[in-house]
């Protein structure tokens, strides 16, 4: 009888349980390959992330993972002070502060690997535009001014209301 040595990693998988997608870590046996090679002969394998922070633009995040195995990573995320419990690969688009990881499992040559990078989408500034009369003369009729908010991202609504001081 022939004994096989099969390599254990903790790896970040995504599974689907109960039509929802929620991310697990686990311990997953890896089949298939050479199992005769043993760790130490496995090559290290980088995940390189690039991440920029951003001003809300109500647009998701752009993120991309590489490994050096030439693999692709699988790409998580979830708020900062979150439990990791709490991974989603859907990529955040509303303001706060994330932590994003790529992770590959191990191959004929390449270790697995697992990296984290943070960033964060600022609120965007929005602002007022005023519009009054040229000229506020008093002539016994009231005056109201109108006002406007700008800068708002395709999608996003803001009511601004005038109040008069009566």
Do not use: H, R
């Given at each position: 009888?022939?004994?096989?040595?099969?390599?254990?990693?903790?790896?970040?998988?995504?599974?689907?349980?109960?039509?929802?997608?929620?991310?697990?870590?686990?311990?997953?046996?890896?089949?298939?390959?050479?199992?005769?090679?043993?760790?130490?002969?496995?090559?290290?394998?980088?995940?390189?992330?690039?991440?920029?922070?951003?001003?809300?633009?109500?647009?998701?995040?752009?993120?991309?993972?590489?490994?050096?195995?030439?693999?692709?990573?699988?790409?998580?995320?979830?708020?900062?002070?979150?439990?990791?419990?709490?991974?989603?690969?859907?990529?955040?688009?509303?303001?706060?502060e994330y932590v994003v990881m790529a992770g590959v499992e191990a191959n004929d040559e390449f270790k697995s690997a697992?990296?984290?990078?943070?960033?964060?989408?600022?609120?965007?500034?929005?602002?007022?535009?005023?519009?009054?009369?040229?000229?506020?003369?008093?002539?016994?009729?009231?005056?109201?001014?109108?006002?406007?908010?700008t800068g708002l991202v395709d999608g996003d609504a803001c009511e601004v209301q005038i109040i008069l001081n009566q």
């Amino acid at each position: 009888m022939e004994t096989k040595k099969i390599n254990v990693k903790k790896i970040m998988l995504f599974v689907l349980s109960f039509a929802l997608l929620i991310p697990c870590f686990f311990i997953l046996t890896a089949c298939g390959g050479d199992n005769n090679k043993n760790e130490q002969e496995l090559k290290d394998n980088e995940i390189s992330i690039t991440v920029s922070n951003k001003v809300y633009d109500g647009q998701a995040i752009a993120v991309t993972a590489t490994a050096t195995s030439g693999q692709t990573p699988i790409i998580g995320y979830k708020l900062a002070n979150a439990d990791d419990s709490t991974y989603t690969q859907t990529a955040p688009q509303n303001v706060g502060e994330y932590v994003v990881m790529a992770g590959v499992e191990a191959n004929d040559e390449f270790k697995s690997a697992t990296k984290t990078a943070n960033f964060s989408i600022t609120a965007k500034e929005v602002g007022l535009t005023w519009t009054a009369p040229a000229n506020l003369v008093y002539d016994g009729q009231a005056k109201v001014p109108t006002v406007e908010a700008t800068g708002l991202v395709d999608g996003d609504a803001c009511e601004v209301q005038i109040i008069l001081n009566q």
